[in-house]
């Protein structure tokens, strides 16, 4: 029998690579987004709702047990704090944390009744770092490192496992995004910003979403059935300097 994993923010990145990868490894895979995919069953969904987002999830669980949960939608946000609006930080935090509340509370139900479950939050290298210029997003990737902790403790007795993955500097729409808008403002070459970024990676190189996703694969996995509470950093090394 297949086992069931939901996936936020699924449509685009590290969270389509994940989508593809489960697929391929015999899951049902619900893809909860905005923008529609043809991968997985879509489910459109806005993550800020928190409304939604447990109707939806709950439309899942009466007909499937909900294995997985990867708690990947996120917003990518630039400035300091004195750069950040109040309708900035509201957005950063509606997406990337409030967005993951919502998730991990509407599938714990069933996890609970079936004693398992593993939940695989997106944090970032920023979760264990701080960056320049990145106030909001640093903040809100910190505070995903600490829902699955607690998440973790929480829950080990009904054999529900969290834990967070870390990427550093991976090659996504997002990251491309992130570079044009740099490049717009200060007038920079695309691929000259873009191997500076690649030459900061003790490997040399930006990581893939794919191989972001074959993390997420084994933190799902019971090959990863004594790990829970851990960041699982994946970033060619950069925080070990």
């Keep these: 029998m297949k086992k069931t994993c939901i996936v936020t923010g699924g449509s685009s990145g590290i969270g389509l690579s994940i989508i593809q990868l489960f697929l391929a490894n015999n899951y049902q895979v619900f ?84 004693n398992q479950g593993s939940i695989i939050i997106m944090a970032s290298d920023q979760a264990l770092i701080a960056k320049r ?7 809100s990737k910190a505070a995903l490192a600490s829902l699955a902790k607690t998440t973790a403790l929480d829950y080990a007795s009904y054999n529900i496992r969290s834990n967070a993955v870390c990427p550093g500097t991976i090659e996504t729409p997002l990251y491309h995004q992130a570079i044009d808008k740099y490049c717009e403002r200060s007038g920079e070459d695309k691929a000259k910003i873009h191997q500076e970024e690649a ?9 893939q979403p794919e191989e972001v996703a074959e993390l997420v694969l084994f933190l799902a996995s019971d090959k990863s059935r004594f790990i829970t509470g851990s960041l699982q950093v994946i970033d060619g090394g950069y925080t070990a300097q």
């Design 31 to 114: 893809n909860l987004d905005i923008k529609a995919s043809t991968f997985g069953t879509f489910k459109s969904c806005d993550i800020t709702n928190v409304q939604e987002v447990e109707q939806v999830i709950k439309s899942i669980s009466d007909e499937y047990t909900i294995d997985v949960l990867v708690s990947n939608a996120g917003v990518h946000f630039s400035g300091t704090i004195e750069d950040t609006t109040e309708a900035d930080f509201e957005r950063v935090f509606n997406i990337n944390v409030k967005g993951a509340y919502a998730a991990v509370k509407a599938v714990l139900p069933s996890m609970k009744s079936n």
């Design 133 to 139: 210029n990145s106030f909001a997003y640093n903040l």
């Design 199 to 207: 030459n900061l990676q003790p490997l040399g190189r930006l990581g």
